[in-house]
């Protein structure tokens, strides 16, 4: 049975053009960077920066690729897997603090729920490739590489795949993250993805996973 690793890590840098982008908020007046700068403070100390995982083989026949754990006939996961000697299935969560604070202040101040709620996004986002940048590093010193990670939901591969992250990695156990009958994570600002592992070079590709994806109308699309 594959060990899954459970890792804590120290808050990533925060982005803030990437919560005024998550927001919404393409030309911030003074007024928003006042209230964001407020939200920042707010929220400074509600997150928590974890993630479970673990790796896995990967084979590929007739379409239907094969993770150890479970199968799944997706074209565009097999696509991104191409060449991969195995993978990594992760969860990672930035706790329910955040979405407490949302929340609290959806029905008293809907701007700064909002604000809030897009501080969350960037906040999983920041720590989904802070782990993507570790796993890296970590298999660089192998001599292997990295594929951009890949969730459910991407391309044709199911959302009820996050069952089959979740059973595998027992997140409610390892994170406390969990999903309920809706397919929807708590806390809410969780993902789950893959990342494949290859000999063939990938350069820069590693850390953009909106490459994977084939919605290129997505307002959040990198």
């Known amino acids: 049975?594959?060990?899954v690793f459970v890792k804590s890590f120290a808050p990533p840098p925060m982005n803030r053009r990437e919560i005024l982008r998550y927001a919404g908020a393409k030309e911030p007046d003074e007024a928003l960077n006042a209230l964001l700068d407020d939200c920042?403070?707010?929220a400074e100390n509600v997150f928590s920066y974890s993630v479970c995982y673990g790796e896995f083989p990967v084979s590929i026949c007739d379409g239907v690729v094969s993770l150890g754990f479970a199968e799944t006939a997706s074209h565009d996961l097999a696509k991104n897997l191409a060449d991969c000697e195995s993978v990594f299935a992760f969860a990672a969560t930035v706790g329910i603090g955040l979405d407490r604070l949302v929340a609290r202040y959806s029905t008293l101040s809907p701007a700064r729920a909002l604000l809030l709620?897009?501080?969350g996004s960037e906040r999983i986002e920041t720590l989904c490739d802070t782990f993507n940048q570790f796993i890296r590093a970590e298999k660089k010193a192998e001599g292997l590489f990295t594929k951009p990670r890949f969730s459910p939901g991407y391309g044709d591969l199911p959302l009820t795949f996050?069952?089959?992250i979740f059973s595998v990695l027992d997140c409610p156990r390892k994170i406390g993250l969990s999903l309920n009958n809706s397919l929807l994570m708590s806390p809410s600002k969780s993902v789950t993805a893959l990342i494949g592992v290859t000999p063939c070079d990938t350069k820069s590709t590693a850390?953009?996973?909106c490459l994977s994806c084939k919605k290129t109308d997505c307002q959040f699309r990198r």
């Open 1 to 3: 049975m594959n060990t």
């Open 40 to 42: 920042l403070k707010e």
């Open 117 to 119: 709620d897009a501080i």
């Open 162 to 164: 996050q069952k089959n």
């Open 207 to 209: 850390d953009t996973p």
